[in-house]
Nanobody, 117 residues
Framework: VQLVESGGGLVQPGGSLRLSCAASGSRFSINAMGWYRQVPGKQRELVATITAGGTTNYADSVKDRFTISRGGRAVYLQMNSLKPEDTAVYYC??????????????WGRGTQVTVSS
């Protein structure tokens, strides 16, 4: 499974960005997909996840500002009212199962989001 993120960039405080992540590879099913972020010197932290059934979960710091959604093998993160503390590398994650029965957990390479005036 390969994950490719896009949509990061530089935005002013209060602005918006939309991240996208597309999954490709051999036959597999998806249990959940999500977004995590990491700043230098800190652990990677959960931003938002969405299950195959559509159940979502958000970090308290992004509730009411970020929205996660899915479409097929893609996951999106709409980020509004961005703050400087949202600056980080954002990683896409997939939790699933291959047709062989093997559990899958894959990460993208990350996309930089910088919120600055």
């Amino acid at each position: 499974v390969q994950l490719v993120e896009s949509g990061g960039g530089l935005v002013q405080p209060g602005g918006s960005l939309r991240l996208s992540c597309a999954a490709s590879g051999s036959r597999f099913s998806i249990n959940a997909m999500g977004w995590y972020r990491q700043v230098p010197g800190k652990q990677r932290e959960l931003v938002a996840t969405i299950t195959a059934g559509g159940t979502t979960n958000y970090a308290d710091s992004v509730k009411d500002r970020f929205t996660i959604s899915r479409g097929g093998r893609a996951v999106y993160l709409q980020m509004n009212s961005l703050k400087p503390e949202d600056t980080a590398v954002y990683y896409c994650n997939l939790d699933g199962k291959a047709d062989s029965g093997a559990q899958l957990n894959a990460w993208g390479r990350g996309t930089q989001v910088t919120v600055s005036s």
